[in-house]
Nanobody
Framework: QVQLVESGGGLVQAGGSLRLSCAAS????????MGWFRQAPGKERDFVAA????????YYADSVKGRFTIARDNAKNTVYLQMNSLKPEDTAVYYC???????????WGQGTQVTVSS
């Protein structure tokens, strides 16, 4: 059974940067799509970014385009989310997810908190 563990969250001032990591174990990481989602207090979980199994295709929510970058290292079984120019509205718990293809996720991590102060 696959397991995902996120790390890298924390408190940062507006305009700052953070890099989230999601380490996977339990199945062939390189065969699966990966995604990042976030959930702010009192709101639904929203899509942030996704990357195909090869890394050749990436997708972003409009709210993070140009500021966030998703990448994966299949040799390390890890997917990253580089977040630049952070805004207070980026404050949320960030989750990574994996699945057989983009948009079809069957396993989620436990989440990591990102707080952006103004």
């Amino acid at each position: 059974q696959v397991q995902l563990v996120e790390s890298g969250g924390g408190l940062v001032q507006a305009g700052g940067s953070l890099r989230l990591s999601c380490a996977a174990s339990g199945r062939t990481f390189s065969s699966y799509a990966m995604g990042w989602f976030r959930q702010a207090p009192g709101k639904e979980r929203d899509f942030v970014a996704a990357i195909s199994w090869s890394g050749g295709s990436t997708y972003y929510a409009d709210s993070v385009k140009g500021r966030f970058t998703i990448a994966r290292d299949n040799a390390k079984n890890t997917v990253y989310l580089q977040m630049n120019s952070l805004k207070p509205e980026d404050t949320a718990v960030y989750y990574c997810a994996t699945g057989p293809r983009l948009g079809r996720y069957d396993t989620w991590g436990q989440g990591t908190q990102v707080t952006v102060s103004s």
